[in-house]
T-cell receptor, first 113, second 115 residues
Framework: ELKVEQNPLFLSMQEGKNYTIYCNYS?????LYWYRQDPGKSLESLFV?????AVKQEGRLMASLDTKARLSTLHITAAVHDLSATYFC?????????????FGQGTILTVHP | EPEVTQTPSHQVTQMGQEVILRCVPI?????FYWYRQILGQKVEFLVS????????KSEIFDDQFSVERPDGSNFTLKIRSTKLEDSAMYFC?????????????FGQGTRLTVV
């Protein structure tokens, strides 16, 4: 059974600082997603990472995937208050379970002035 | 940009009542999914649907739940007799298989409140 673990689960940051959220998963996969969720809202797709070594950047967020280590990271550069949200990684089980996503627990990010 | 559409956005129902949540997946997608997110928790897989039948379901998806694609465009989730613990956000998703850069698209969700 595919397990996905994120850490930290809670992250309190000062504006302007950098930090990284980690997503570990237990079985082979070649498709990993990062989502942002604001309270009471839907899932906003941030990144889809499709291969080993994939790196994608959008604004202050950068995501990477290491399929050999079964690890993805979401790096936040010079955080701003608008980045406060919950961030989820999700891993596609692949194979006969193609498209079925297993989500991490989520990281609640709070950015303080 | 194509999108997955869910209705209603919020539904309040009494315990024991039947509810039907509706989703219109992206038109050329072939795999469809329902997920659930209890308030403050992670998103959990409920069921996947392909070629007009369930391809996989989780332990959560018991006999109270059913899915169907009645008319080739809508994809519905029915809960026969709702319980308080069914209160959650329900997300529909769809994907087209076989393409390297494909990704799953999620709808905006239906917040179900059982009272």
């Amino acid at each position: 059974e595919l397990k996905v673990e994120q850490n930290p689960l809670f992250l309190s940051m000062q504006e302007g600082k950098n930090y990284t959220i980690y997503c570990n998963y237990s079985t082979t996969s070649d498709r990993l997603y990062w989502y942002r969720q604001d309270p009471g809202k839907s899932l906003e797709s941030l990144f889809v990472l499709l291969s080993n070594g994939a790196v994608k950047q959008e604004g202050r967020l950068m995501a990477s995937l290491d399929t050999k280590a079964r690890l993805s990271t979401l790096h936040i550069t010079a955080a701003v208050h608008d980045l406060s949200a919950t961030y989820f990684c999700a891993v596609d089980a692949g194979g006969t379970s193609y498209g079925k996503l297993t989500f991490g627990q989520g990281t609640i990010l709070t950015v303080h002035p | 940009e194509p999108e997955v559409t869910q209705t209603p956005s919020h539904q309040v129902t009494q315990m024991g009542q039947e509810v039907i949540l509706r989703c219109v997946p992206i038109s050329n997608h072939l795999y469809f999914y329902w997920y659930r997110q209890i308030l403050g928790q992670k998103v959990e897989f409920l069921v996947s649907f392909y070629n007009n039948e369930i391809s996989e379901k989780s332990e959560i998806f018991d006999d109270q739940f059913s899915v169907e694609r009645p008319d080739g465009s809508n994809f519905t989730l029915k809960i026969r007799s709702t319980k308080l613990e069914d209160s959650a956000m329900y997300f529909c998703a769809s994907i087209i298989p076989g393409q390297i850069n494909t990704e799953a698209f999620f709808g905006q969700g239906t917040r179900l409140t059982v009272v």
